[in-house]
Nanobody
Framework: QVQLVESGGGLVQTGGSLRLSCVAS????????MGWFRQAPGKEREFVAS???????YYADSVKARFTISRENAKNTVYLQMNNLKPEDTTVYYC?????????????WGQGTQVTVSS
């Protein structure tokens, strides 16, 4: 059974930092891209960042220069370092994994972790 388990969410003040972690288990994740998405109530899920097996990274413009995605392939773990957090970053963050070259919708998803940034 494949599982993605996020952790590291919480409450932080504007300008603060959080580090999200996501541990994947249940299969081999070689050649899988891993990513972070977020979704606020009543809104569509939004891409935040992703990282390929090779380490190539991609970011949404809204988080570029503030967030950093990284991964440890040996641990099937992906991280999201979030700096200079803003109130508009408040929402639930989801980890995802998908075979490279396929869409995220067909991949694996975690249950989400809440990030709240107070003003």
């Amino acid at each position: 059974q494949v599982q993605l388990v996020e952790s590291g969410g919480g409450l932080v003040q504007t300008g603060g930092s959080l580090r999200l972690s996501c541990v994947a288990s249940g299969r081999t994740f070689s050649n899988f891209a891993m990513g972070w998405f977020r979704q606020a109530p009543g809104k569509e899920r939004e891409f935040v960042a992703s990282i390929r097996w090779s380490g190539t990274t991609y970011y949404a413009d809204s988080v570029k220069a503030r967030f950093t995605i990284s991964r440890e392939n040996a641990k099937n773990t992906v991280y999201l370092q979030m700096n200079n957090l803003k109130p508009e970053d408040t929402t639930v963050y989801y980890c995802a994994a998908t075979r490279e070259g396929t869409g995220w919708s067909g991949g694996y998803w975690g249950q989400g972790t809440q990030v709240t940034v107070s003003s």
